[in-house]
C-alpha cells in the first residue's frame, strides 16, 4: 500500500508539473497568430513611411516646378513692362518676343526736329538717369520693324549712342562720334526716352532663353537667326517646358488704351510627365509717347 501510495504521489507531481510548464509557454497556433499580426503591423507601418517619405518628395518636386514658373513669369513680366511704347513684336510662331528696353526717361527742353543737331538737352529728373545710350521720341510707327532698321532711319531713334552731361538740373546729350541727328515727330508730352539694345525671349525646345546684346535686327523674320548662341548673349530661363507651349500675342497701344502682352505657358514636371502647370499673363505697357 505505501508504494502504491508513493507511485501516485509521484504520477500526481509530474502532472502537477506538466499543467504548469503548459501554462506557461505558447502553443504553435498561438507563435502563428504573433507572428501574422507582427508582420500585419510592420507592412502597414512600411507602408505609413514610404507614403509620408513620397508625399514629400511629390510636394518638394511640385515646388521646385511651381518655383521655376514663378520665376520664368516674373523675369518676363518685369522686362517686358519696361518696353518702349510701339516696340514690342512677335515672330510668326509666336514663340518668340522682342522689345527695346528702356533705361531711362525724361522730358526734353531742346531736340533737334527742323534740323540735324549734334546735342539734344533734357531735364535732370534724379541723379539716377542713365546718360548713355540711345535716344527715342514719339515711337509711334505703322510697321514696326522701322524701329530696328537704324541703317536708313526715319527719325524715331537715334543711329548713334550718346553720352551725357549734365549742368544742374540740365543733362545735355551728345551723339557720338560728333554725329548728328534729325529726330522725326515731336512727343506731345516732350517725353525722351533712353534705350538700350533689344531684348528677346525665346523658347527654343524645351528651353526659354532670354537673349540681349545682339543689336537691332530689321526684318522679325531673320530674328531668330541672328540670336546669340553662347552664354554671354543667352541666359536660360526655364528648361521644363512643354515643346510648342509658349505663346505671346500682342495688343497695340490706342489713344484710349495702353499696350498688352499676354503670353501662356506649360511647364512638366522632369520624373513625372503628368504633373503639369499652367502659366497666363498679361502684360501692360503704359503708352506715354
Not at 35 to 55: N, T
Not at 185 to 192: A, D, I, N, T, V
Not at 194 to 212: A, E, R, V
Request: proline fraction near 3%; charge should be positive.
Amino acid at each position: 500500500m505505501a508504494i502504491l501510495f508513493s507511485n501516485r504521489a509521484f504520477l500526481k507531481g509530474k502532472l502537477t508539473h506538466y499543467k504548469k510548464n503548459r501554462a506557461s509557454g505558447f502553443t504553435l497556433i498561438e507563435i502563428i497568430i504573433v507572428i501574422v499580426i507582427l508582420s500585419v503591423l510592420s507592412i502597414g507601418s512600411v507602408q505609413f513611411i514610404s507614403f509620408s517619405a513620397q508625399g514629400y518628395v511629390d510636394t518638394a518636386r511640385r515646388g521646385a516646378l511651381a518655383s521655376t514658373a514663378n520665376i520664368a513669369n516674373e523675369k518676363m513680366t518685369r522686362l517686358i513692362r519696361e518696353a518702349l511704347p510701339g516696340s514690342v513684336r512677335v515672330n510668326s510662331t509666336q514663340s518668340c518676343i522682342e522689345f527695346i528696353p528702356i533705361i531711362g526717361a525724361t522730358s526734353y527742353l531742346n531736340a533737334p526736329f527742323d534740323s540735324a543737331e549734334t546735342t539734344v538737352s533734357a531735364v535732370n529728373v534724379d541723379n539716377l538717369l542713365s546718360n548713355s545710350g540711345r535716344l527715342a521720341i514719339y515711337p509711334v510707327v505703322s510697321n514696326v520693324n522701322e524701329l530696328y532698321t537704324l541703317s536708313g532711319n526715319k527719325g524715331y531713334i537715334s543711329t548713334q549712342t550718346v553720352n551725357g552731361v549734365v549742368v544742374g538740373n540740365e543733362v545735355t546729350f551728345t551723339f557720338d562720334a560728333g554725329a548728328s541727328f534729325q529726330f522725326e515727330s515731336r512727343s506731345p508730352q516732350k517725353r525722351l526716352y533712353i534705350i538700350d539694345q533689344p531684348n528677346t525671349f525665346c523658347q527654343i525646345g524645351s528651353n526659354l532663353f532670354y537673349f540681349h546684346n545682339y543689336g537691332f535686327v530689321g526684318d522679325i523674320a531673320n530674328l531668330s537667326a541672328s540670336l546669340p548662341t553662347t552664354i554671354s548673349g543667352r541666359l536660360l530661363i526655364a528648361n521644363q517646358l512643354s515643346p510648342g507651349s509658349l505663346r505671346f500675342r500682342y495688343l497695340p497701344s490706342s489713344l484710349r488704351r495702353n499696350a498688352i502682352v499676354s503670353y501662356e505657358l506649360e511647364l512638366r514636371g522632369a520624373s513625372n510627365q503628368a504633373e503639369v502647370m499652367v502659366i497666363n499673363q498679361e502684360v501692360q505697357i503704359r503708352n506715354v509717347p
